[in-house]
Nanobody, 121 residues
Framework: QVQLVQSGGGLVQAGGSLRLSCAAA????????MGWFRQAPGKEREFVAA???????DYATSVRGRFTISRDNAKNWVFLQMNSLNPEDTAVYYC???????????????WGQGTQVTVAS
């Protein structure tokens, strides 16, 4: 069982930045692929970004060039730096841990509690 605890998020004006953090209480954290997903009201959960244990990254087209995922394997953290935010980025954001690289939510077995990101126009 991997426990994931998120922090960060909140309200920001369009064009602003936020950083989300996710801490894992798991000594084998470095073996997991970590991902970020988001879910807007009335929409399905969608992939945002992922990073393998080696640091290989993948991004959704909608956030590529604006968002950066990173991880600190020594301290069991994963981060999502979000720049140039726009109202379409408004959603609840979730970090997730999985054993393989993927963009589908069902490929991730463990989830954080979610954190709200609201971008005002």
């Amino acid at each position: 069982q991997v426990q994931l605890v998120q922090s960060g998020g909140g309200l920001v004006q369009a064009g602003g930045s936020l950083r989300l953090s996710c801490a894992a209480a798991e000594r084998t954290f470095s073996e997991y692929t970590m991902g970020w997903f988001r879910q807007a009201p009335g929409k399905e959960r969608e992939f945002v970004a992922a990073i393998t244990w080696r640091g290989t990254t993948d991004y959704a087209t909608s956030v590529r060039g604006r968002f950066t995922i990173s991880r600190d394997n020594a301290k069991n953290w994963v981060f999502l730096q979000m720049n140039s935010l726009n109202p379409e980025d408004t959603a609840v954001y979730y970090c997730a841990a999985g054993s393989s690289v993927g963009i589908r939510a069902e490929q991730y077995a463990y989830w954080g509690q979610g954190t709200q990101v609201t971008v005002a126009s």
